[in-house]
């Protein structure tokens, strides 16, 4: 259902021995919108996204917050048990977390190509993606072929290899290895990384409109501003607080 609550972040603070990472932050992510996290680098806005997948790999990790994710267990606060436990608790967090991370949440990172194995060919990585469905494909060669035409790559690419790819195939091919477990959140870490303007538009553009077709949330994470505002339904905007080494 198209603004149907998936995740409720709720006074994030993190901190490491010696500082605070992030403070008392909010985030919603609702079916079928775009999230941003905006801000300037270094002020915890990948943090806050791994945050919000369960992933908190620093020491103490959280002081304060809650997380919930309403179509999962809506009354389960994911962090109660965990906040001011240290390194062991984020770690049991870690693992208690694990099977949503390429189920209900897929992740694509800065540089796509990262993202994506050079041993294996991009048809081979959809289908292992894919693999994560319940139920299974029953026709996963019919479903990559789909998967590729719908983030506008033609079908040989099936057969391509990472480094056989141009930057914005690689993009594209990131994001259908992202959608092939139909996740109902994708969190996107600053896609536009390294693209020319023209092409880093047609990528964002293609981001939103497959996870608005799909019905998935979209967290997006950027330092662009005209981004942001052209296409966010709602935007959390990081600076850094005072007394707050970012």
Request: aromatic share 2%.
């Amino acid at each position: 259902m198209p603004g149907e609550p998936l995740v409720e972040l709720r006074g994030l603070t993190v901190r490491t021995r010696s500082r605070t990472l992030v403070s008392d932050i909010d985030v919603d992510v609702r079916a079928g919108q775009v999230t941003a996290l905006v801000g300037p680098s270094g002020v915890g806005k990948s943090l806050t996204a791994r945050c919000l997948m369960g992933l908190v790999d620093v020491d103490p990790g959280l002081a304060g917050g809650s997380l919930r994710y309403p179509g999962l267990e809506a009354d389960r606060d994911w962090y109660r048990d965990h906040l001011g436990g240290g390194r062991s608790e984020m770690q049991r967090l870690a693992r208690e977390t694990s099977a949503l991370r390429g189920s209900f949440f897929t992740y694509a990172p800065q540089v796509a190509a990262s993202a994506l194995n050079p041993g294996r060919t991009i048809g081979r990585q959809v289908v292992l993606a894919m693999a994560r469905r319940t139920p299974p494909v029953e026709d996963p060669g019919r479903e990559v072929r789909g998967l590729l035409a719908e983030v506008g790559l033609a079908p040989r690419t099936a057969g391509s290899l990472p480094q056989e790819l141009s930057g914005g195939q690689c993009q594209r091919a990131a994001l259908a290895v992202a959608i092939a477990p139909h996740p109902s959140v994708v969190v996107a870490d600053e896609p536009e990384t390294g693209l020319d303007p023209i092409l880093r538009r047609g990528i964002i553009e293609l981001l939103v409109r497959v996870c608005r077709d799909r019905g998935c949330g979209l967290l997006l994470i950027s330092h662009h501003e005209d981004t942001v505002t052209r296409i966010a339904d709602i935007v959390v905007r990081f600076g850094t607080p005072e007394g707050i080494d970012a």
